[in-house]
């Protein structure tokens, strides 16, 4: 077994065919991949975006579990909620390593993992998805409701000093 590391796929065209042979519902499930559409036009790489955000919501995968898929494009992130750069400089360096042998240990660590690989595979990325935003959220009201009490508890205490 090997170290997970970017699978870099270019697409030079925008036809179905192209796209349905990488398209397929293990694409991420062992080793990030990095899709470069640069290729294309920038209204196709528009169009491209959309369908691969809807293969991944069609079929109830995610697109950053089990390994993150990277859309390297000319667009702005805020145009999709896929993690998207600009260039492959820009990719994050955690995937990209040297030919190395492992070790026993890591070995052992990538055993582990092929088994929480499987285990993601098998979840329901939508609901997990609701249920984490939802739990998001929660913590950012208490975050703010904190930084509120902390506010009125710092103006209660330079009032009881004056007093005094």
């Known amino acids: 077994m090997e170290l997970p590391k970017y699978k870099n796929i270019s697409i030079t065209d925008f036809e179905k065919t192209e796209i349905d042979h990488f398209l ?19 209204e196709q790489q528009r169009e491209l975006i959309g369908l691969i955000e809807n293969f991944f919501f069609q079929q109830n995968i995610s697109y950053l579990f089990p390994y993150p898929v990277y859309l390297i494009s000319d667009h702005d992130q805020t145009m999709t909620r896929m993690p998207l750069v600009k260039n492959t400089s820009e990719l994050p360096r955690f995937f990209s390593h040297k030919e190395t042998k492992i070790n026993i240990k890591e070995s052992s ?7 929480l690989q499987i285990e993601i595979s098998n979840a329901d990325f939508q609901q997990n998805n609701i249920e984490i935003e939802s739990y998001a959220q929660k913590h950012k ?5 904190e930084a509120e009490r902390s506010f009125y508890r710092t103006l209660l205490n330079k009032i009881s000093k004056r007093k005094k």
């Open 141 to 145: 009201e208490i975050n703010k409701l």
């Open 24 to 42: 397929k519902k293990d694409i991420n499930l062992h080793s990030p991949i990095a899709l470069d559409i640069k290729k294309i036009n920038f």
């Open 109 to 115: 660590v990538l055993d582990k993992n092929k088994l």
